[in-house]
């Protein structure tokens, strides 16, 4: 069994920074992708940023030049940097994370159970 732990949400300043870290736990498995998606109160879910085992990344055009995701493949980690945060960046926040289970071969998208980020001043 595979979980997904996030942490590093909180209450923010505008302008001001937050880390956001997700880390994979369990045994057995490979890690394809990850990735951080997002929904704020009424509206639907969307996908924030993208990171492939090999470090290609896709942005939000929403977050591009502020949010930066990297991964830590020895330790199965995905982290959200989050620059110059905006009031419209109020959401909870969900990891997101692509993997292969070795015992049984089969791949699937798992979810972290979200951390909430409050921009505000």
């Known amino acids: 069994q595979v979980q997904l732990v996030e942490s590093g949400g909180g209450l923010v300043q505008p302008g001001r920074s937050l880390r956001l870290s997700c880390a994979a736990s369990?045994?057995?498995?490979?890690?394809?992708?990850m990735g951080w998606h997002r929904q704020a109160p009424g509206k639907q879910r969307e996908l924030v940023a993208h990171i492939t085992s090999g470090s290609n990344t896709v942005y939000a055009d929403s977050v591009k030049g502020r949010f930066t995701i990297s991964i830590d493949n020895a330790k199965n980690t995905v982290h959200l940097q989050m620059n110059s945060v905006k009031p419209e960046d109020t959401a909870v926040y969900f990891c997101s994370a692509l993997i292969t289970t070795r015992t049984n071969w089969a791949t699937r998208t798992y979810w972290g159970q979200g951390t909430q980020v409050t921009v505000s001043s």
């Open positions: 369990g045994s057995s498995f490979s890690i394809r992708d």
